[in-house]
Nanobody
Framework: QVQVVESGGGLVQAGGSLRLSCATSGGAFASYTMGWFRQAPGKVREFVAGINRFTNVRYADSVKGRFTISRDNAKNTVYLQMNSLQSEDTAVYYC?????????????????WGQGTQVTVSS
């Protein structure tokens, strides 16, 4: 059973930065595609960023140029560096694993999910 644990959320002012971390255990992390998603109150869960085992990355248009996803296979951890945060970025951020090599934006294609970490951006 793969376990996924996010951390690093918090309250930040608009224009500020946060770095989220997602640690996994119980699986073959280096082979996974890892995705970050977010869900704001009353909205559907949406794709934010993903990275596959070849370190190919994909971003939602809304975060391009502001967010950076990276991975450290030695630590079984994926990161999401978030800069120039805006109030629209307020959401619960989730990390998930996927076994294919294509970085898909569809949540249903991801297998294991963390419990989420809250990011609140005050304007």
């Amino acid at each position: 059973q793969v376990q996924v644990v996010e951390s690093g959320g918090g309250l930040v002012q608009a224009g500020g930065s946060l770095r989220l971390s997602c640690a996994t255990s119980g699986g073959a992390f280096a082979s996974y595609t890892m995705g970050w998603f977010r869900q704001a109150p009353g909205k559907v869960r949406e794709f934010v960023a993903g990275i596959n085992r070849f370190t190919n990355v994909r971003y939602a248009d809304s975060v391009k140029g502001r967010f950076t996803i990276s991975r450290d296979n030695a630590k079984n951890t994926v990161y999401l560096q978030m800069n120039s945060l805006q109030s629209e970025d307020t959401a619960v951020y989730y990390c998930a694993t996927e076994t294919g090599d294509f970085v898909t934006v569809v949540p249903a294609n991801y297998n294991y999910w963390g419990q989420g970490t809250q990011v609140t951006v005050s304007s």
